[in-house]
């Protein structure tokens, strides 16, 4: 009879924030698949857990998915955790899940802690509705083209950032985003937690006159003004900034932010024409 595959969360800081269910079961599987089989011994040792771990990391997730899975098909059970929070958020473990379920393995969540819901649910930014990018991209192009693209989404936008980028990062925010409340959130959970709220380039101001920035971060942008609708068709906008000499990309580009849509949806209309 095959085993299950648990999902488990583990805390993203402090070692007390886990659930009894959490330690119930990393005590009963027969094995723990963990991104860094150090961290997590630290985890168990706190709590008196002796198991057998196998890393299970971005660099070996393929090759090693296939191998859990048939232990699983024998049998046994087994524990995926991450280094900290929920695995899968921004960490490995899509792979293994994907190909449980396809082979009609059972998976089953054990929930828990998680630095995206927890810095939301202190931000003081609405969370009824929120936008989950993961990391935005270190390239500074092709992160100010992923937050161009995201003026116009009407949510909550959070994302991790690396301290080293942080910097950039709100300089980015300020510039496309403009005057945007944002919170950030630091060291969740940890003795040196810290939130700071403010417009981008304010919080920008702040981290940019220390001497160095560490921690886990976690930022949080309010959402913008939704633009007034223009009565223009965006097939006459277009061809009048061309008409007027503007070159056909900017001309894209300003049709797409007078409106509020992406340039790929700009695109796709003036080709359907």
Same mark, same amino acid.
């Given at each position: ?51 057998? #771990?196998?890393? &299970? ?30 695995? %899968? ?30 810095? %939301? ?7 009824? #509705? ?39 990062? %709100? ?70 900034? %061309? ?23 700009? &695109? ?6």
């Amino acid at each position: 009879m095959s085993g299950t595959l648990y999902v488990v969360a583990t805390p993203i800081g402090n070692l007390e924030d886990i659930t009894l269910r959490a330690l119930r079961i990393l005590r009963e599987v027969d094995q723990i698949a963990c991104e860094d089989t150090r961290q997590t011994r630290k985890l168990l040792d706190r709590h008196g857990i002796q198991k057998p #771990l196998v890393s &299970y990391h971005e660099h070996n997730e393929q090759s090693r998915a296939d191998e859990l899975l048939r232990e699983i098909e024998a049998g046994k059970n087994i524990a995926l955790v991450s280094d900290a929070g929920t695995p %899968l958020i921004a960490d490995p473990g899509y792979r293994i899940v994907q190909q449980a379920r396809e082979r009609g393995i059972a998976v089953s969540p054990i929930p828990g802690p998680s630095a995206l819901i927890s810095a %939301l649910s202190v931000s003081g930014l609405p969370t009824d #509705l929120f936008f989950f990018g993961g990391f935005l991209p270190a390239k500074k192009s092709q992160r100010q083209k992923t937050l161009e693209e995201m003026k116009s989404y009407p949510a909550t936008l959070v994302f991790y950032e690396a301290p080293h980028r942080i910097v950039e990062t %709100l300089n980015d925010v300020a510039g496309i985003l403009g005057p945007r409340q944002v919170t950030l959130a630091r060291e969740l959970t940890k003795i040196y937690e810290e939130f700071l709220t403010g417009e981008a380039s304010q919080v920008c101001k702040k981290l940019a006159e220390r001497p160095a920035i560490k921690g886990e971060i976690t930022l949080m942008i309010a959402k913008g003004e939704a633009p007034a609708a223009d009565p223009v068709p965006i097939e006459a906008a277009f061809d009048k900034l %061309l008409a007027a000499g503007v070159p056909r990309m900017e001309a894209m580009k300003t049709v797409a932010r007078d409106r509020g849509l992406s340039k790929r949806e700009v &695109y796709q209309k003036l080709n359907q024409r």
